[in-house]
């Protein structure tokens, strides 16, 4: 089995800075691609930051500029930093990752249970 364990999410100003973890632990023989995804109330869930296990990056529209997703292989957790959020960042958001299963290295698509970020003053 492969778990991811969210963190840090809250509460946080606009024009602030929040960052998110994203912790992968479990029966797990390499890690693919690592990414972020937010849903907000009524809306569909989307990509909001992904990274490859060689670091090439790719981001949505919305967070180019703001948001960075740092990763750190070592410890299979990834990052999203937010920086400046908007009241429109206020998302439910969920991490997803691409392993590889320790036992027969089966592909696994696994996602987080979601932490909620909420912009407002």
């Known amino acids: 089995q492969v778990q991811l364990v969210e963190s840090g999410g809250g509460l946080v100003q606009p024009g602030g800075s929040l960052r998110l973890s994203c912790a992968a632990s479990g029966s797990i023989f390499s890690i693919n691609a690592m990414g972020w995804y937010r849903q907000a109330p009524g809306k569909q869930r989307e990509l909001v930051a992904a990274i490859t296990s060689g670091g090439m990056t790719n981001y949505a529209d919305f967070g180019k500029g703001r948001f960075t997703i740092p990763r750190d292989n070592a410890k299979n957790t990834v990052y999203l930093q937010m920086n400046t959020p908007k009241p429109e960042d206020t998302a439910v958001y969920y991490c997803?990752?691409?392993?590889?299963?320790?036992?027969?290295?089966?592909?696994?698509?696994?996602w987080g249970q979601g932490t909620l970020v909420t912009v407002s003053s």
């Open positions: 997803n990752i691409g392993a590889y299963r320790q036992a027969d290295h089966k592909y696994l698509e696994v």
